[in-house]
């Protein structure tokens, strides 16, 4: 087994007031996700606003800078996992950023 250390961070967002359309992210007011240890929180916020949602039926791909706005971090912290799994070598920074839990605004 391998230990993987990485940030834990939670995400205060809002919609976008440009953003008219539907996608179900402009209704999240709090999005959990993790990046590498030694993410400053300025790089944290860039990379998570400049990830790709949606790409339209018109061709037009979405950010989620262009869907919500980051209010705030609300929670940051290192956490870990234990896995089985072939880890990319040291020379790749490994892909955390994925959506792990969203909260919808009531």
């Known amino acids: 087994m391998k230990t993987i250390k990485f940030l834990n961070v939670t995400f ?6 440009d953003y008219k359309g539907n996608h179900e992210l402009a209704r999240f007011n709090s999005v959990q996700t993790t ?8 790089a944290m916020t860039d990379e998570f606003l ?7 039926i018109d061709g037009k ?4 800078g262009e869907i919500i706005e980051v209010v705030e971090i609300t929670k940051c912290f290192e ?5 089985s799994a072939e880890i990319c070598p040291p020379s790749e920074k490994p892909i955390l950023a994925n959506i792990i839990k969203v909260t919808f605004k009531g």
């Open 12 to 17: 205060k967002v809002n919609r976008h007031p």
């Open 35 to 42: 990046f590498s240890l030694g993410t400053t929180k300025q």
């Open 50 to 56: 400049a990830e790709v949602v949606v790409k339209d």
């Open 61 to 64: 791909t979405w950010t989620k």
């Open 79 to 83: 956490d870990s996992t234990e896995t």
